[in-house]
């Protein structure tokens, strides 16, 4: 690989990387593949089209069920992390995934417009209690002062825009703002400590760090009569919503949680083309990457403002709220419940190495595998392993290893001592040839949920005054994963689970292994009346099928090398024919009812990530 492989741990491999990876901007003509031979329509590819041909109207529907005609939701508007502005924007998620595999064009101009009402209603929306709301719950288009879990959330359908609209004044405008309220470049939100390399709060955002502990108040937001609406978490009354929070009060200092934010980094990155922000990302990474090692090889759930390990959490590096030791009483059920959300710090890292393609950003994350699991022991004759650590030392143990993480880890390295740590799922089982019905069931099974999700919508008896933001999201009828798995051999980070061993995540960026465009149209996704399904990956080579269902018409796809167009396509098998590639994007054009198997061999991770669209050739 053209990559230098020098560990970035030490801050010095972003300089190598700019020098070693091939620029982005190469417009040299598409390596070109013709295919002609028939293929008789598989039951996958019938499903798969039928899979996307139904989520325009199922959107639509939805859409004018919960938003009105300028494209604000209709609910109850609240400051909170049960029920505020985060999650009024995920009624949409997965909208961009779809159009990115080849959905109606007028389901990302929904999509887009819903985004942009969401930004003005959410900064016109008022606290009257909470006081970072004061002056609207977004201030300059974003959360005044938030956690990541719930900023990270909110930004699902933003981070996306970008592999959809690349030359989207208004969203270059944005992105390249909201990158800066963590670089330290913004006055009005000194969230950066640039010479520690630390986000100051858990709670932060476009005014700057909350420099106090957190109140209930603060998570909760404003008293407000909870009889009328639907509690979808559980509580019954706003006294229980507060006592929710009564201690998530440790949160100032650095926390793992903040890593999300580097997606904001790679974004303003992709879309400007300043490499600062890329810099700034891998120096962040970089930073919690040492604080692991310093931590012996745990990465600590609190840094304190001066950059001391469990600083902010009386000196235990366990500490913070949704930290390693975060096992609140549930004023539900007046019991200890462990929300440890270490495991979502691991998309950080994950950005850091879809920019580098370097594997010392994933040790970090072997390495406090193997600190956990050599802590398992036997309960009742079963070997089990903690997922907690608290003052009496490790505990919360379960059954068998502790395996969070390691599917993405796997996905990334595509080696077989990472695929053996993770529990295998119908999807990889596929890819390995051992679930030959997977595709077809899999795609029926996201066919049946648009019909169920829809068929929720229509017995929903809600309304605008007895509705509160959270509770159109599990009506959403966007099902995206078997498409992000056939038509990209991407994961599906956002919705939980792509495998038993992941945990939910917001506001991700892509990680595919392919990316489908269709060059007839000028636009993402696949071509009209063509399927594609990704059979096998390894860690050189992709293995697909694609057929056009057209009897009549011709199309033209082209083919790019990951989400980003990392991945170089070194050259093409078809049968025992090898054609040389040299290239991210590659053409095919498909005649009438034709398709085939290609495998390509790949040099994964090797080429600078860009959003510039493809050579359209004519």
């Not at 974003?142 to 359908?157: K, V």
């Not at 891998?282 to 930073?287: E, F, Q, R």
């Not at 699991?373 to 490790?394: E, F, Y």
């Amino acid at each position: 690989m053209n990559i230098d492989r020098r560990s970035l741990l030490g801050g010095s491999g972003a300089l190598a990387l700019s020098v070693a990876l091939p620029a982005a901007s190469a417009r040299a003509a598409l390596p070109a593949i013709l295919i002609d031979t028939p293929m008789a329509a598989p039951r996958w590819a019938i499903l798969q089209r039928h899979l996307l041909a139904t989520q325009l109207d199922a959107a639509t529907a939805f859409h004018d069920r919960y938003f009105n005609a300028r494209h604000e939701i209709q609910a109850f508007l609240r400051w909170g992390a049960n029920d505020g502005p985060d999650d009024a924007i995920e009624a949409i998620n997965d909208w961009p995934y779809l159009y990115l595999a080849g959905a109606d064009d007028r389901l990302l101009t929904l999509a887009r417009a819903v985004q942009e009402a969401h930004f003005a209603q959410y900064s016109r929306a008022r606290t009257t209690d909470v006081p970072m709301g004061r002056n609207g719950m977004y201030v300059r288009d974003f959360p005044p002062q938030m956690d990541w879990q719930h900023i990270s959330e909110g930004l699902t359908t933003f981070n996306l825009l970008g592999l959809c609209e690349p030359t989207d004044a208004k969203l270059i405008a944005r992105a390249r703002r909201f990158a800066d309220f963590y670089t330290g470049r913004d006055p009005k939100a000194p969230n950066y400590d640039t010479k520690l390399h630390l986000i100051r709060s858990m709670f932060n955002g476009s005014i700057g760090p909350l420099m106090r502990p957190a109140t209930m108040l603060d998570w909760a937001g404003d008293p407000f009569d909870t009889r009328p609406f639907e509690m979808v978490h559980g509580e019954t009354s706003y006294q229980e919503t507060l006592e929710h929070y009564r201690d998530y009060t440790e949160t100032v200092g650095d926390n793992p949680l903040n890593l999300h934010s580097t997606a904001l980094g790679f974004n303003a990155w992709m879309l400007t083309g300043e490499d600062r922000f890329r810099d700034w990302m891998l120096g962040y990474v970089d930073a919690w990457a040492g604080r692991a090692r310093a931590n012996g090889g745990i990465m600590p759930s609190n840094i304190g403002p001066d950059g001391t390990i469990g600083g902010g959490a009386g000196g235990k590096w366990y500490g913070g709220t949704y930290g390693w030791g975060f096992s609140p009483v549930s004023p539900v059920t007046g019991k200890r419940e462990d929300r440890n959300r270490m495991p979502r710090a691991i998309m950080g890292f994950m950005n850091a190495y879809l920019a580098t393609g370097n594997d010392d950003y994933l040790q970090v994350w072997r390495d406090q595998n193997a600190r956990i699991n050599a802590a398992s022991r036997k309960i009742d004759g079963v070997l089990c392993a903690p997922t907690m650590h608290g003052d009496q030392g490790w505990y919360s143990f379960r059954p068998g290893p502790y395996r969070l993480n390691t599917g993405e880890i796997w996905y990334l390295t595509m080696r077989e001592s990472d695929r053996a740590a993770m529990a295998p799922t119908p999807w990889t089982d596929f890819l390995g040839g051992q679930a030959p019905d997977w595709p077809e069931q899999a795609l029926l099974a996201d066919i049946a949920r648009v019909q169920t999700q829809m068929a929720r919508v229509r017995e929903d008896r809600t309304t605008a005054q007895t509705r509160l933001a959270d509770n159109p999201i599990e009506r959403n009828p966007a099902s995206v994963t078997a498409l992000l798995h056939q038509t990209m051999g991407a994961i599906h980070v956002a919705r939980p689970p792509w495998s038993p061993n992941s945990p939910n995540q917001g506001g991700t960026l892509m990680f595919a292994r392919v990316r489908p465009f269709d060059a007839d149209r000028r636009r993402p996704g696949l071509p009209q009346d063509v399927a594609l399904l990704v059979e096998k990956l390894e860690a050189d080579s992709t293995t697909l099928s694609v057929v056009n269902l057209n009897p009549a018409y011709s199309r033209h796809l082209i083919l790019r090398g990951g989400g980003y167009g990392e991945h170089r396509i070194e050259a093409t098998w078809i049968g025992d024919r090898r054609m040389s590639a040299g290239s991210r994007d590659i053409s095919i054009r498909l005649a009438p009812g034709a398709g085939t198997r290609i495998v390509l061999e790949m040099q994964r991770y090797s080429q600078k990530p860009t959003l510039d669209r493809p050579v359209w050739q004519s």
